[in-house]
């Protein structure tokens, strides 16, 4: 196949990634481009840093700065220099437009599938165009680790509204296969706009787990949180209670009306009871939601029992948003924000049936969710929170 063929037959895998792009990776985009230089410049030389080779044919000697302009903004890069051969070129900057797309492809598939280092080697290799050894792929993702680290520690400010959640993946820890929580904390900020505050990967959603998570959030200055939102987990409300005592605590209502389903023993009840609840959520104020509610509950206490005890116990607590402002209650009485974001981590998750350890299912989560963060935090205003006065 020629160089053109090859590239042209690039351009079409790399189409989905260029369509939905990689915005607010531009850091780590420079950090793998550094390694592939690197690498370029070890297989010209024919051999590594401080290698000592007969087949060496020149030297290294430092690195010129440079910035690529591309789509993602300016890149800030470092060119590495040759003495005593011809001058290097690298490959990658040579490309000029398809390097960024490359670099791109790369990434996404690192993340995508690249928990197994084979399996990273082999798409850097098709970004570099030659053999890369294992040793090199676990430098490049060393490096990455520290673009992505630096991510998950960076500032946060005030905070007016949080929406938390967990998803498990398989994870082999101490030669045994079990399924680690991975906690992630999205957040309405003082303009508006969302933004992915964290990510965590624990053994369990216990409550310790839950309390540190949220306490490395204030200690990175999250501030002024009013209103949390999440499912009914006792770990993660037991930690609320500790960690945030002053907010306001929503049941998220979808997961309420999935739940009442498990107390309707009659199949041919299930949606007149959902849209009794469903009535319950949507009344205009608390009093009405409170006085429905209660017609429900009578409704149902003699021939569904369990399904009235059920309600009368669990639906006040999916009742927390009416303390909000009306233009505000649609996007806050569920924990439809962190579900979402759970289906994209999915699609990229699900490449990988077993993560080796819980530092790859770290990087790969917390590389998802940087992107999405990177794309809410630039977009438009999702809720007027100057309304908000709990």
């Known amino acids: 196949m020629t160089h053109e063929e090859k590239i042209n037959a690039l351009d079409v895998v790399l189409q989905p990634v260029i369509e939905n792009g990689s915005n607010g990776l531009a850091d780590v985009f420079a950090a793998v481009l550094n390694i592939a230089m690197r690498i370029e410049r070890e297989q010209y030389l024919k051999a590594g840093a401080y290698e000592r080779s ?3 044919t020149g030297h290294a000697n430092g690195f010129k700065p440079k910035q690529l302009k591309t789509r993602m903004g300016a890149l800030d890069v470092k060119v590495p220099q040759v003495r005593g051969i011809a001058p290097f070129h690298p490959g990658v900057l040579e490309q000029g437009q398809r390097s960024e797309k490359a670099v791109k492809l790369a990434l996404a598939e690192m993340y995508v599938q690249g928990v197994a280092t084979r399996r990273v080697k082999r798409v850097m290799e098709k970004m570099c165009g030659f053999e890369v050894s294992s040793t090199q792929v676990s430098k490049a993702s060393k490096e990455l680790d520290v673009e992505l680290e630096k991510w998950r520690n960076r500032p946060i400010g005030c905070v007016k509204a949080l929406i938390v959640d967990a998803r498990y993946e398989k994870v082999r820890v101490d030669g045994s296969v079990v399924s680690c929580a ?9 303009d508006g706009r969302r933004s992915v505050l964290g990510v965590s990967v624990s053994i369990s959603e216990a409550e310790v787990h839950w309390r540190e998570f949220f306490i490395s959030l204030k200690n990175r200055g999250m501030h002024g949180v009013q209103f949390v939102a999440s499912d009914n987990h006792e770990g993660l409300k037991a930690a609320l209670k500790s960690a945030l005592p002053g907010a306001v605590w929503q049941r998220c209502q979808c997961h309420l009306q999935r739940n009442a389903q498990a107390y309707v ?6 949606e007149e009871v959902a849209a009794d609840i469903r009535a319950v959520f949507n009344a205009p104020s608390l009093d009405e939601a409170q006085r429905l509610l209660e017609l429900a509950v009578d ?3 003699d021939k569904q029992t369990k399904l009235a005890v059920w309600m009368e116990e669990n639906i006040p607590e999916g009742l927390a948003v009416f303390s909000l402002p009306e233009s505000m209650r649609k996007r806050l009485r569920t924990t439809n924000m962190a579900e979402n974001l759970n289906r994209q981590i999915r699609r990229r998750t699900r490449t990988a049936s077993l993560f080796p350890n819980e530092a790859s299912l770290l990087r790969l989560v917390t590389a998802v969710v940087n992107e999405i963060s990177d794309e809410w935090e630039a977009g438009n205003v999702y809720l007027n929170v100057k309304e908000m006065k709990l």
Do not use: P
Not at 265 to 270: A, I, L, Q, V
């Open 265 to 270: 023993t009659k199949k041919d009840k299930k």
């Open 182 to 190: 991975v906690l992630i904390a999205s957040g309405i900020l003082e």
């Open 299 to 301: 409704k149902y206490k």
């Open 54 to 56: 007969e087949n060496r």
